[in-house]
């Protein structure tokens, strides 16, 4: 059994982000950027005004729905068939065009969009479950997209199975990547809200749809999509293709 080694899917990672540089950002200015800038720029969140505990209640729900129900599923969507389209660029076969990949891709989104949920549900329902169930769920499907893209399945259900076996012994390591990966998101974002002003609003009122906050969310998506995108293909190809010494070359 390969033994994924953090260090080093670390460097294939930041190496793929900038293979085809150019093409990538393209593609993920579509499905990473504009979704999420559209999203927290444009559609406001109605907040009912709180005066007592009944009130206060409903305003947590509606932050609640509005800030991690409809971005995980919806946003997710996009960021799923976006990291396929992607990941597939890179992996693509010596003499396919863009075109065959991008259209290799877009004949399964229905699959992608359709284990995107799935994990998105069971990864909810395991942290609702203690926690842990939902970290081990998360860290054994984060190679899923790149399977996707790698090789066609026929159900979501297939592919779910085909991460788990290939992921067997390498939880512990997957959870630490997708960790680091995860911090250096949360510090963009951290430090990008210190310059839009997001926290400072944040502190008196509802987050509310702005421009700024449109930008930030956008960007934040951007760096965070393209890094989980490269993440997943690098720690696949190191688990699919271990007796492949330089694999993205």
Do not use: C, K
């Amino acid at each position: 059994m390969t033994r994924l080694e953090i260090d080093v899917v670390l460097r294939d990672t930041f190496a793929l982000v900038g293979r085809d540089f150019g093409l990538t950002l393209s593609v993920a200015a579509v499905f990473f950027f504009l979704p999420s800038f559209i999203f927290y720029g444009f559609v406001p969140l109605s907040v009912p005004p709180a005066t007592d505990a009944g009130d206060g209640n409903a305003v947590f729900a509606d932050l609640l729905v509005h800030g991690l129900a409809y971005p995980l599923l919806l946003l997710g969507t996009f960021s799923a068939v976006g990291s396929v389209i992607i990941i597939r660029l890179w992996f693509q076969p010596v003499g396919e065009t863009v075109a065959a990949a991008l259209g290799y891709a877009m004949a399964l989104v229905p699959v992608t969009i359709a284990l995107h949920l799935a994990v998105s549900i069971a990864t909810i329902g395991g942290m609702m479950l203690f926690i842990i169930p939902g970290i081990i769920i998360s860290a054994r499907m984060l190679m899923t997209s790149a399977l996707i893209a790698d090789r066609p399945y026929a159900s979501p259900l297939e592919a779910f199975r085909a991460s788990w076996a290939l992921s067997q012994g390498n939880g512990t390591p997957l959870f630490f990547l997708a960790l680091i990966i995860g911090m250096m998101t949360m510090l963009l974002a951290f430090t990008l809200t210190l310059l839009d002003g997001s926290l400072a609003s944040a502190a008196q009122a509802a987050p509310r749809a702005t421009l700024a906050s449109g930008v930030t969310n956008g960007v934040v998506g951007l760096v965070g999509g393209m890094l989980n995108a490269a993440l997943a293909a690098a720690a696949y190809r190191r688990l699919a293709r271990p007796d492949v010494s330089h694999i993205f070359e």
